[in-house]
């Protein structure tokens, strides 16, 4: 059988928040089967534990939060991006203020943080979603969809009129049977524009952003001195983000996910809708004979 994963040992690193600006030590722990993912404050005076599901979203704003008794873990979608990206289903993950930090902006610094914990496998069955009929939901010109499909595959479309984003690829598609999370995703950074950093900041976001851990554009051009990593990393960077966001879920899909212009409130609203309609998924769990090729290695880290 596919069997539940945790990390072997405790490892921590520091960081600022995109967004707070504040510096975050972040501690990710092995937790026991059928935990899940949950995220602690350990800065409160009582330890408030959230998990990381779909219900517990309660801000969209740039970036994933999620919320408990009104303490709030925000941006949370790089690292759980990693998570799903190493196929991890458990995990304590705890920090001394509300923000994830942003690290380079991409997933690259949680993959490597994680693996240098260890991964290993529990002895419980691995718990999948699986699509059984299609889910969407649309605002406007905007798009997210699952739909079934023996596998996990992303396709993405975004539209951003800025010469430097014009001279790349705005669509990806990638199926992890097939392709690397680490090669072709995981690396990809965030990215936001200069001349709306001022008016994100009077409301409280982008105070802790830079060169250093986001693309940043001007009216018409890139400002980093790095190149690209990819060639079409914008979009990319929307397929990691995306890849979070569905991970709050509770468990990694089967199934294929379709998205135009899509974001995280939009992501969100899909696993809503998906939640609600007992009869458009099942929980499941496989035998390695019978798993999704994107699924099938046990002995393996997810889509590596």
Known sequence: MLKQRTIANPVKT???????G??????????????????????????????????????????SVIQKDGVRISTVEHLLSACAGLGLDNLFI????????????????FLFLIESAGIIEQEAARKFVIIKKAVEVREGDKLARLEPFFGFKLDFTIDFKHPAVDKTGQQFTVDFAEQAY???????RTFGFAHEVEALREIGLARGGSLDNAIVLDEHRILNNEELRYEDEFVRHKILDAIGDLYLVGHPIVGAFIAEKSGHALNNALLRKLLDEPSAYEITTFVTSKAPIAYAQESQPLFF
């Open 182 to 188: 680490r090669s072709e995703i995981g690396r990809a």
């Open 22 to 63: 504040r510096k975050a030590t972040l501690t990710i722990k092995p937790a026991p089967v059928n935990s899940g993912i949950q995220f602690v404050r350990v800065d409160t005076p009582e330890q408030i534990v959230i998990p990381a599901h779909a219900l517990a979203v309660c801000d969209t704003r740039l970036a």
């Open 94 to 109: 705890e920090l001394d203020c509300e923000e994830v930090p942003i690290m380079d902006g991409s997933a690259a610094s």
């Open 14 to 20: 520091v960081g600022i928040g995109l967004h707070s």
